[in-house]
């Protein structure tokens, strides 16, 4: 229901209500003008709002200590996935002590829905959603299907 | 004589280098205003060699990208008028400003410098029956695009500029009344008295009901929101210059902007003592209660002549102030306040006023 407003004289005559109105412009206008901190305007490029760490930013991949993927390829988050954006190519590795490799690991980030469940289900902690990348535009369609090179940010 | 054309020569390109540099700030002053009284930042991004200066080179980007652009013109549309339009609406923004007395007179080499361009006797009338021309422009902007919005919105403006200029006129005559004279120098002059040797005898003194009759209309002249029917984005566009683009465009757009500088200078000729300074007479200020500080008198008309660019640019930012506070109205509500609020009440005001210079003697 919208209140419906009583419209008087003392309204009909408009000048108190513009100066009303006026009063309000202008107590902002020098507020702002003194105090050109307290404009809540973040100016974005340049200066970066403050994140909360458990925001979930763009997917990585993590790396052992020699550079090799900490990945096993067992399929839990594309499993796990609710959106079924991941694709895994599983591949033999060459060291006999580790089992498997993904050889193919992408992420469609146009069908992803930022749950999370990925990094939850890793039994590795192999992937991760963190404040690294939190830029994440692009010019095509193909540049939101994110393959090892861009998945791995190496530092 | 020569010297005479040559010191007129000089005031008139010191007058309209200044009008026009103050109509492209105020362009810039706009977009800042309107940004720090929403909370927000506003342009601050064109800058010189990393030099931003809170973005006070955005009218020079704006100027520039504006010469560069296409120059369009409707294939069925008025060649001639539609490139002569935006000069009919410049040119009397731009020559109102020749009657208005900017300062008293300086005297260099003995030689009496009156700091006007001109003082005809008719003088607010000269502004008046110069201001209604700028409706012409409008006018054929609109005839001469071939567009139904562009018609229609030369249309609404041609309405309501014509019914404000009846109370713009009407609200002045009080005024005219009081001072006993329509040229402006004199009218500046009169109001260098004081009320009782303590209130500086200003026009908004004696005329309070007309300042404010006088500032609606003229806003409502100035086409701008809260009056701003000629441009609608929702109905039709921008209106009258909806075909316009490039420079022409942008000398609409600037001769907007001098509109708001000549209102300003006519309000505070007329209402606040154009270049008076309360209690500074020729040669000093004479304070009640008997104290005297000597100046020279060209030091006086200097500090005369910033009074009145200060007087000036407070009331364009009064004008830029209403046009972000105010919400728009709607046609029938325009004409309404226009025909059965403002007009009744300068009539009104003008009865009053002469019915008190009667009784007074």
Redesign the interface.
Known sequence: MIKEVKVGLWEKIYIPEIIKGLSVTTKHFFRNLLNPEKIVTIQYPDVKRPIAPVWRGRHRLLTKEDGSLKCVACFMCATACPSKCIYIEAGEHPDPSVEKYPVRFEIDLLRCVFCGMCVEACPKDAIAMDLIILELAGYERKDFILDINKLVVKP | MGIDILISLIKIGIVLSMLLSLAAVLSWAERK?SA??????GPNRASILGLRLFGLFHPVADAIKMFFKEDFIPARGNRFLHTIAPFIAMMPALVTFAVIPFGDFIEIAGKKITLQIADPNIGIIFVFSIASLIIYGVVLAGYSSYNNYAMLGAMRACAQMISYEVTLGLSIIGVLIVFNSVRLGEIVRMQGQLIWGVIPGWGIIYQPLAF?LFLTAAIAETKRVPFDLPEGESEIQVGYFIEYSGMKWGMFFLAEFVEIVVVSALITTLFFGGWQIPYLLRDGFYFPGGIHIPLNHNVVSIMQVLSFGFKVIFFCWLQL??R???PRFRFDQLMALCWKGLLPLSLLNIFVTGAAVLLKG
């Open positions: 205003q720090v009284l929403q909370d927000r930042i404010i102030m209403i972000w506070t105010l």
